[in-house]
């Protein structure tokens, strides 16, 4: 079987953060993901909005980061709550659980002022991943090094029109 998400979209609110009992980090948010459309020439767009849950040094590094109206890419896993509510309701719903994040751009505010160089290593979580055979890498600046081009995802042209399916 194979459970991975992948979607690019901005926070709906600043990190929420909080500690387990093992004191590990765990940071609680939403992305709002918009798909444009054309229906019969008429421009349209849905926004579906994701709760999202990051742990680890990632999450202590979305909530410095990151903040309301941030733009990422996000790759999980999708998980299915079950609980009974205060009124004795069965209630449920589906979350992502954050495997690796991609920050893009720059909000209004300024919150992504990142060096994509310094926090490489932290940007990504690999569950799979043996922790004690990861070495960290050393990297030292270099001044000759060409600045990665940022790609504006809203510049595109969303219709599906010419999609063979």
Excluded at 112 to 127: G, H, K, L, R, V
Aim: contains cysteine; proline residues 3%.
């Amino acid at each position: 079987m194979f459970n991975k998400v992948v979607l690019i979209g901005n926070l709906t609110r600043d990190i929420e953060m909080r500690y387990g009992q093992s004191g590990t980090a765990i940071g609680s948010s939403a992305i709002a993901v918009t798909r444009k459309f054309s229906v019969n020439g008429e421009k349209r767009e849905e926004t579906c909005f994701v709760d999202i849950t990051f742990f680890g040094r990632q999450a202590e590094v979305a909530n410095q980061y990151l903040s309301k109206g941030s733009k990422l890419l996000v790759e999980g896993r999708l998980k299915f709550d079950q609980w009974t509510d205060q009124n004795g309701q069965n209630r449920s719903k589906h979350s992502v659980q954050i495997e690796n994040m991609e920050m893009l751009g720059n909000n209004q505010n300024g919150a992504n002022n990142f060096t994509p160089n310094n926090y490489a290593e932290t940007q990504s979580y690999d569950p799979y991943t043996n922790e004690n055979s990861k070495k960290p890498a050393q990297k030292t600046p270099n001044q000759n090094q060409e600045k990665i081009r940022e790609i504006d995802v809203d510049a595109y042209d969303s219709d599906d029109s010419d999609l063979p399916f």
